[in-house]
């Protein structure tokens, strides 16, 4: 593992908030990373992100079963915080579903209205159409290649005073990121640090709370 002290030439602007402060912070098994000496994010680099067709294999590989009483379990350190802060019967996206929608049908069950994107398994390009009260993320936004161009998005789609719920592993120690078990899939292009979820918010001129180890609740501005 070998770290930059400085931002090398011809490296882009940060993906995450654009930038254009990225160093080389590291290289493992002949992948580089950058580190956004901004918004803080680690991101691998463009030439090592995966195809589509390498996602789809790994992500069929997971087993979220809806009905699983564990991965419900889960899920639920993101759908409690969320739901109590819903007022009754909104409308809602599950954003990066998956082939398994479980957090769909968990918060469908809490009496909310679902809709499903995924850009594999659930590509309606019309759901991308509307707006939404709220919108739940549970375990995409590493693999995110333009997370500044996703987060954009988020913003249109949720109405005035809308919420986005997210989970994702915070990167927290630099000393042990090599054997990290969440860089070790190679479908993880992206990682955050609370620092980076605070920064995006306050680029959107969102708030944000970060209710308990690895969730943070947005929310948009009334305007």
């Not at 987060?151 to 990290?180: N, S, Y």
Request: hydrophobic share 40%.
């Amino acid at each position: 593992m070998s770290s930059g002290e400085s931002r090398a030439e011809g490296l882009p602007a940060c993906r995450v908030c654009g930038g254009c402060t990225l160093r080389e912070f590291a290289v493992i098994d002949a992948r580089t990373y950058w580190r956004c000496e901004i918004c803080q994010a680690t991101l691998l680099a463009d030439a090592h992100l995966p195809t589509i067709a390498q996602e789809r294999a790994r992500y069929e590989s997971h087993q979220n079963d809806p009905n699983d009483g564990e991965y419900r379990r889960f899920l639920t350190r993101l759908a409690a915080p969320l739901i109590e802060r819903l007022p009754a019967a909104q409308q809602g996206l599950d954003y990066g579903c998956g082939p398994g929608p479980a957090l769909a049908a968990m918060l469908t069950d809490a009496g909310h209205t679902m809709r499903l994107w995924d850009p594999i398994f659930h590509a309606d390009a019309a759901v991308l159409d509307s707006t939404y009260d709220f919108i739940a993320c549970s375990e995409v936004v590493e693999h995110f290649h333009q997370p500044r161009t996703e987060f954009r998005r988020f913003h249109q789609l949720l109405k005035p005073g809308g919420w986005l719920a997210l989970m994702t592993t915070f990167q927290t120690d630099d000393v042990r990121f090599a054997q990290w078990y969440y860089r070790r899939d190679p479908t993880h292009v992206s990682f955050y640090r609370a620092f980076t979820l605070r920064h995006i918010a306050a680029q959107l001129g969102w708030t944000i709370e970060i209710p308990s180890e690895n969730v943070a609740i947005m929310r948009k501005g009334m305007r």
